[in-house]
């Protein structure tokens, strides 16, 4: 179960400061679970008809994508990309792409770089592959770029038709024009949560299709969801939500305007980036993923920043430290340890230096990495950053608007009043 410890936070807030927010609180927990359970409820994806039907429908795509590929190319650009390319990592690795028996899930449309999409296009030439292209309204500038490229890769190698078989969408059906024109075209297609952004999407075909062509159960993923639901529901303090908006909060209105996500594991990587881009488009601390050691600044006690740690249980099969006969690096005082032993000693020691240079502490413990386990996690950090925003007065489901400098560039390039 996941656990959010607040112990290495009091040097930095009291509990009585921490508790002054409760009306505060209060309202945004009360205006989500109204937008929850009423117009935004397909956010929480949990109606049992609905979803049975659509995950029979994606498990079934996912079974042609495994027969006919052994790649898969995701395109999108939004945060739920990140999160989905987070879950993935999460419980394979970053090296989930080495396994011989598993397809490869390969992701492009979040840039504009030449080199990494020619990589990608030349790694292309002598693999099967499908399209998983996922976006809303329509596509960003950088997803359509990499749409047309692909399709166009894909029908010279297996003709319009087996193109059309290979090429499989997520995108929205009551307002988003792509839906019905990929209907039209024989393109197989699945509904995103209406009135619901990317973001808050990993949980729904979103991210299950590529999870499931990934040997990934989205069951577990939902129970873990449903599970940590109940609790993120509690209209207390005992919601892990709520103390850490609170606590949040507290630290940026004293000069903590900077996050630093610490990951203890580089498989931790990618979910802080979906972490860092979730609490981004809003007003409050900018967050930053780092690796737990890369500490040598922090020591001095800045007094802008302030520290969430995202900590895994050990595996059941931890890898031990290996014996050396000629001890060469001086490390025969580890032997009998594992190298579990060594990160939890890390760790500590990190955290303990920060916290006496006066840097605090969020601790997240989210036990076990399995399934369940991120499913609960994903559902916690959705949760809560809807809450935060609610919390800071704005509308977490608001479309937000082109900022200046994109608008900026698609003038530059010529581009029409509608893109």
């Not at 029908?155 to 039209?184: N, P, Q």
């Not at 290996?322 to 032997?335: G, H, I, R, V, Y």
């Amino acid at each position: 179960m996941l656990n959010l410890d607040l112990s290495n936070l009091w040097n930095g807030v009291s509990l009585p400061e921490l508790l002054a927010w409760e009306p505060q609180l209060q309202e945004a927990h009360r205006r989500l679970l109204d937008g929850f359970d009423g117009h935004f409820s397909d956010w929480s994806w949990q109606s049992p008809a609905a979803s049975k039907a659509e995950l029979s429908r994606l498990r079934d795509a996912a079974r042609r994508i495994r027969m006919s590929s052994d790649t898969l190319v995701v395109i999108g650009a939004d945060e739920a990309v990140l999160g989905l390319r987070g879950v993935l990592e999460l419980l394979r690795g970053q090296l989930h792409n080495t396994n011989p028996n598993k397809p490869r899930i390969y992701f492009t449309g979040g840039d504009l770089s030449s080199r990494d999409f020619r990589a990608l296009m030349n790694l292309l030439d002598d693999r099967e592959f499908s399209l998983c292209l996922i976006t809303y309204a329509g596509c960003t500038m950088e997803s359509a770029l990499a749409y047309r490229a692909l399709k166009w890769k894909l029908t010279a190698k297996y003709g319009e038709a087996g193109a059309r078989e290979r090429i499989y969408a997520v995108t929205e059906e009551e307002e988003g024009r792509l839906f019905h024109r990929m209907e039209e075209q024989g393109v197989t297609v699945f509904d995103t949560p209406r009135k619901v952004c990317g973001r808050f999407s990993v949980l729904s075909a979103v991210g299950l299709l590529p999870l499931l062509v990934a040997g990934i159960d989205p069951s577990g993923l939902l129970a873990g969801a449903a599970e940590l639901e109940e609790q993120l529901r509690l209209a207390s303090f005992e919601n892990p939500a709520w103390r850490y908006c609170a606590g949040r909060r507290l630290l940026w209105e004293r000069g903590r305007t900077v996050e630093l996500l610490m990951a203890c594991e580089n498989r931790m990587d990618a979910f802080c980036k979906f972490w860092q881009h979730l609490f981004a488009d809003y007003p409050g601390p900018l967050s930053f993923s780092a690796l737990c050691g890369r500490d040598a600044r922090l020591g001095d006690g800045r007094r802008d920043v302030f520290e969430t740690y995202l900590r895994a249980q050990p595996p059941e099969d931890p890898m031990p430290v290996e014996s050396a006969w000629d001890d060469t690096d001086s490390m025969s005082f580890l032997e009998g340890r594992t190298l579990a032993d060594v990160e939890k000693a890390s760790l500590e020691a990190i955290m303990e230096d920060h916290l006496d240079s006066g840097i605090p502490a969020f601790l997240l413990d989210c036990g076990p990495l399995d399934v369940r386990t991120v499913g609960g996690l994903v559902r916690f950090l959705e949760y809560t950053a809807a809450l935060w925003t609610f919390f800071l007065g704005e509308d977490p489901f608001a479309e937000r608007p082109l900022s200046r400098s994109r608008r900026r560039m698609l003038d530059a390039l010529g581009a029409p009043g509608r893109c």
